[in-house]
């Protein structure tokens, strides 16, 4: 199969090229993203492969269709970036990776949750300059706080063993309970109650019309005050401008995003030289209080390699007609 890949980085081709080795697609790498703009570029092509930030909207499905392409294929898990109606009414099957290394998302989740605490991001520009001093880098012991979850899936779960493993109390909201959370000691709570209990939240369900803004003023006013907001799940969660409030007003104590609502005008390019045209975001990127790392949580070796693997054999399996009924998004 003759297959385009959208927003390609150099990091990613090497693994798609040694997962190939198994399939024998032909591959084409594209850095352009997807818009209805980019979409011709796939002429030619049977089926096409993108990422978390390239929309499928109605027009770029549009496009794709007038083209002859109705088969793409995610290389992530989420798919909120996909018009499902317009895809269903093209007639266009969208495929996804439905699992890799839950640990690479929720590890670095503990990765922005331990900077922000003991304050290693700040620690480390100081000692840069010689500067050995500890004022305001006090932070706190993790063993024995309340770590709430909203997401207990597979990289909520992940989470929840490593904050067990520290000592915490974890706390979770999900639709579905995990009973292998509760046998762990993982405690469910309604959503209020939760938010109120937390010490410290974390985010791990999709973002769907339910969830969207699922962290806004009135949830961030139940929250403790000087709480720690984390979220490696997708920027739609959070009501921007008001964890913004929040963090300034300190009902939070700390931010911590590897997501950002608009992210995809600005994550996975380099902005140093230019003026970040985005108010909130430029001033999230200031706060010593807040992290942002642009979408990375997926970023380890392990994962691209189980990425990789899982879009080509996604692929094989449509020509094969076998496809596991948990990749299909659309089709
Ligand atoms: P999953 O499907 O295994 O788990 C999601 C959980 O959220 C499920 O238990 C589900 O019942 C729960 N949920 C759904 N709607 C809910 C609601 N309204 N309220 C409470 N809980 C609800 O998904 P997984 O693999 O754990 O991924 C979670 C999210 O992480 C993805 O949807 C994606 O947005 C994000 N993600 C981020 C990455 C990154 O690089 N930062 C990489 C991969 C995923």
Redesign the pocket.
Known sequence: MKIAFFSCHPYEQSFLEAANANHRHQLTFLSQSLSPETAPLAAGHQAICVF?NDQLNTPTLQTLANLGIRLVALR???Y?QVDILAAQQLGVRILRV???S?H??AE?AVALLLALNRKTHLAYQRTKRNNFTLDGLMGFDLYGKRVGL????????AFARIMLGFGCHVLA????R?AVLQQLGVEYLP?NELLAEADILSL?????S??HH?IDASALARMKPGAYLIN???GGLLDTPAVLAAIHSGKLGALGV??YELEDNFFFSDWSEKELPDLDLNVLTHLPNVIVTS?????TREAMQQIANTTLNNLTYVEQQHLPEDCVVVG
Not at 173 to 176: E, G, I, L, S, T
């Open positions: 978390v992530c898990t989420g909120n439905p699992t890799y839950p690479s998302v670095h909203i997401g207990t899936g597979k990289i909520g779960t909201y999900d639709k579905v995990s959503l791990h369900c999709p973002l769907t339910e969830t699922i490696t799940s997708r590897d997501v979408h990375q949580g997926f970023f």
